[in-house]
Structure formats: structure tokens, C-alpha cells
T-cell receptor, first 117, second 116 residues
């Protein structure tokens, strides 16, 4: 399929370990977003990439969180020294640029469920 | 920044009844209001959206209304069916339609259960 692909779908790790979550956006989508969804909670914005512009990192909860987007396509969200409160589903979404009449609809992947023991 | 509140957090209706979910937003400059549906184990998916230049939009059994003065918008689902059972999220954004998109601010979600 041509949707947003995330891996791994499930990750169980021990407290203090580092984890990497990967997102493959829809081809041609210039914008990429990471959101976090804790159990029973809404969607918490983490970081946003748009083309070659500097990313909007305003939602990252601490300096243990970082993200990269290489070549304007694949993105990796890295969590260092994981804590139990990091347990959540991490959702990636991509969209077209809102210029040229595009709605900027977000297309979400199925998420990576992270459990920190 | 924008703040979006959503009510109720859970909603149970009988099949065939209507369901209404309400959201309020804080930033009067916000001008684009999408609704996303999240089925179990899936990512959210856009189901309908509305811009601030209209007051209502319909798509078959779903409709969204917007009251800019009161800064609230609502999702209406008529003739509910079991497959409507999901979590629904409202969102708001100031969408300038220039440059890149910005981050949507989502509500906390409503778990809708349609009972047979």
C-alpha cells in the first residue's frame, strides 16, 4: 500500500534503554508530524517537519526526545534513557503542503506502541 | 497557543440514534476544523472538515457545525451504525494556506459506542 508506514508496531524495552521509531511517509508528502497518544488520552504534538525548513520541535517533552528526517522522506524518532512515562503509542503522519489548494489532510500511520518496563 | 476542549469523553447510543460531539477552541484566529475517526489499532483518519467561512457542512450521515462567535464546533452523526463505534477527535488550526502547514491542536477524543 501507499500509506504511512511505521516500525516497529510494538516495542517493549527496559527503563534506561534507548529506542528508535521509524516512519515512512507517503511519497511526495512534504510535511511529516510525530504525535504521542497515551492510554485514554488525546493526540499530543511532538515535532513537525516541512520540506527543508527547520523543524518545529516545540512539542518534544524533554531533551531525551529527538527526531530526524533524512532526505525529506523517512523520519526517525529517538528516545534516550527511556522512562516508564514514555509508554504510549507514537503516531506519525504526513501531508501535502497546504499551498496550491491542498487541504493539508494528515494521513496517519498505525503507530508504534512503546512499553517501557 | 491554541487549546481545544472536547466533550463528552465517552458516549453510548443505540443503533439508529444520533450522536453529537462538541468542541471549543481558544484561538479566535483558527480557521480550519477537521474531525478524525480512530478505529481500534488504527491511526486516525479524516472524516470531515470545515473552514471558518461556512457554518455547516454535511456528508451523508455526518455533519459539522461551526459557531465562530462562541468558538465552538460540533460533529453530528445521524442514524448511527455499529461501524461508527470508534474514537473521534476534533482539531483546530490557523491555516494561512501559505507556506507549510502547522501543527493541528487536537481535542482529547470521544469514545463513541453504538449499541445494538
Amino acid at each position: 500500500g501507499a500509506g504511512v508506514s511505521q516500525s516497529p508496531s510494538n516495542k517493549v524495552t527496559e527503563k534506561g534503554k534507548d529506542v528508535e521509531l521509524r516512519c515512512d511517509p507517503i511519497s511526495g508528502h512534504t510535511a511529516l508530524y510525530w504525535y504521542r497518544q497515551s492510554l485514554g488520552q488525546g493526540l499530543e504534538f511532538l515535532i513537525y517537519f516541512q520540506g527543508n525548513s527547520a523543524p518545529d520541535k516545540s512539542g518534544l517533552p524533554s531533551d531525551r526526545f529527538s527526531a530526524e528526517r533524512t532526505g525529506g522522506s523517512v523520519s526517525t524518532l529517538t528516545i534516550q534513557r527511556t522512562q516508564q512515562e514514555d509508554s504510549a503509542v507514537y503516531l506519525c503522519a504526513s501531508s501535502l503542503d497546504r499551498t496550491s489548494g491542498n487541504t493539508g489532510e494528515l494521513f496517519f500511520g498505525e503507530g508504534s506502541r512503546l512499553t517501557v518496563l | 497557543g491554541e487549546n481545544v476542549e472536547q466533550h463528552p469523553s465517552t458516549l453510548s447510543v443505540q443503533e439508529g440514534d444520533s450522536a453529537v460531539i462538541k468542541c471549543t477552541y481558544s484561538d479566535s484566529a483558527s480557521n480550519y476544523f477537521p474531525w478524525y475517526k480512530q478505529e481500534l489499532g488504527k491511526g486516525p483518519q479524516l472524516i470531515i472538515d470545515i473552514r471558518s467561512n461556512v457554518g455547516e457542512k454535511k456528508d451523508q450521515r455526518i455533519a459539522v457545525t461551526l459557531n465562530k462567535t462562541a468558538k465552538h464546533f460540533s460533529l453530528h452523526i445521524t442514524e448511527t451504525q455499529p461501524e461508527d463505534s470508534a474514537v473521534y477527535f476534533c482539531a483546530a488550526i490557523l491555516d494561512g494556506l501559505t507556506g507549510g502547514g502547522n501543527k493541528l491542536t487536537f481535542g482529547t477524543g470521544t469514545q463513541l459506542k453504538v449499541e445494538l
